[in-house]
């Protein structure tokens, strides 16, 4: 089993910045890709980004692209998102998850584990 704590969220306003960690413990972290969702009010959990065991392979919704940055550091046990240039259609609640296999995928039912998730407001 894999526990997951997301930090770093808050308010802030439109072209602001964030960066959302993701601290696990529990099995070996460098054996899972791990993924950031996020849900606003009334919508569908959604894929934002991806990153493989190895780090090197990542994968990113069209929406965030250019703007948000997920990385990792399997020393740390911890995986990163970046958020440049925040919208407000960014706000929503957002968790890490980890994944199966060398890269994981873009679906809910792809990820095991679930974090508790981070608010991130932006205002206009």
């Known amino acids: 089993q894999v526990q997951l704590v997301e930090s770093g969220g808050g308010l802030v306003q439109a072209g602001d910045s964030l960066r959302l960690s993701c601290t696990a413990s529990g099995r070996t972290f460098s054996g899972y890709p791990m993924g950031w969702f996020r849900q606003a009010p009334g919508k569908e959990r959604e894929f934002v980004a991806r990153?493989?065991?190895?780090?090197?392979?990542?994968y990113y919704t069209d929406s965030v692209k250019g703007r948000f940055t997920i990385s990792r550091d399997n020393a740390k046990n911890t995986v990163y998102l970046q958020m440049n240039s925040l919208k407000p259609e960014d706000t929503a609640v957002y968790y890490c998850a980890a994944g199966r296999g060398l890269y994981g995928g873009t679906e809910t039912r792809d990820y095991d584990y679930w974090g508790q998730g981070t608010q991130v407001t932006v205002s206009s």
């Open positions: 990153i493989s065991r190895s780090g090197i392979v990542i």
